[in-house]
């Protein structure tokens, strides 16, 4: 078949992300490294791995399959669309469906204690990582796709500082724990309304992380328990001195309903 060669790519790359997702989790769940230092040493050395398959060159690609996956059109709608929306509904039967969501919260939040709890966390860390991992997979396909080549330099650049923007402002707390998968789409739809609204402005591709790290460090700050806890000593002096226009306005409807109630 003419479109074997795609597939067979398409395969390999997604095999290849799911070991990626295979090897943070064995290096989180089974050697105990912490997530972020597993995670950055992954993305440097996988750049690195990249580059010299590569040999520092960008390969374009012609193939209609490959071009589809981020330029193609389903029923009327962008494939990029249609990919994100089946990866959510699926993604949401299995975390909200299921027991599975329950386990992963519990381990996000607590891993002593969920295992204690009779929960595999070590299992639940590797079925994570691994999904994590085939989702990356997906993006790079539809990223490499939309510009029709490979390019194991820029490809991806900062995308992290982006996944971890649009979670973090979906409202899940670093931190572990809950987990709000349309709060995180939200977030992921503000930071491409950002992005292109700096773009818009002609400002340079180089110094757009900057306002997105500001939004980061305040949205962090408003997570932190001790910064609510310092802003709440200022807001309640306030609401003591400020007007309850709650109570004037009970008090105005007990006067209206009185002078209306007819007399007998």
Known sequence: SEHQPALVAIFAALLASLAAGLWNGLLVAGFGIQPIVATLVLMVAGRGI??????????????????YVGNGHLFGLPFTLTVVLVTLGITLFV??????????EAVGDNFEASRYSGVNARQVKFFAYMCSGLCAGLAGLVASSNIKSADANNIGLYLELDAILAVVI??????????????????????????????????SSDI?????????????????????????????????????????????????????????
């Open 170 to 203: 979906g409202g899940t707390s670093l931190q572990g724990g809950r987990f709000y998968l349309i709060g995180a789409v939200v977030g992921g739809l503000f930071i491409q309304a950002l992005t292109t609204t700096l773009y818009a402005r002609n400002v």
């Open 50 to 67: 990249a580059q010299l398959i590569t040999e520092g060159q960008i390969i374009n690609f012609l193939d209609p399959t490959m071009v």
């Open 208 to 264: 757009s992380p900057v306002p997105k790290a500001v939004v980061i460090i305040i949205v962090c700050l408003f997570q932190s328990e001790t910064v609510r806890n310092r802003l709440l000593r200022y807001v309640r002096p306030l609401g003591k001195i400020l007007p309850r226009p709650t109570a004037r306005r009970h008090e105005n409807m007990s006067r209206i309903t009185t002078h209306d109630r007819p007399e007998r």
């Open 95 to 104: 975390v909200r469906g299921s027991a599975l969501g329950l386990y992963i």
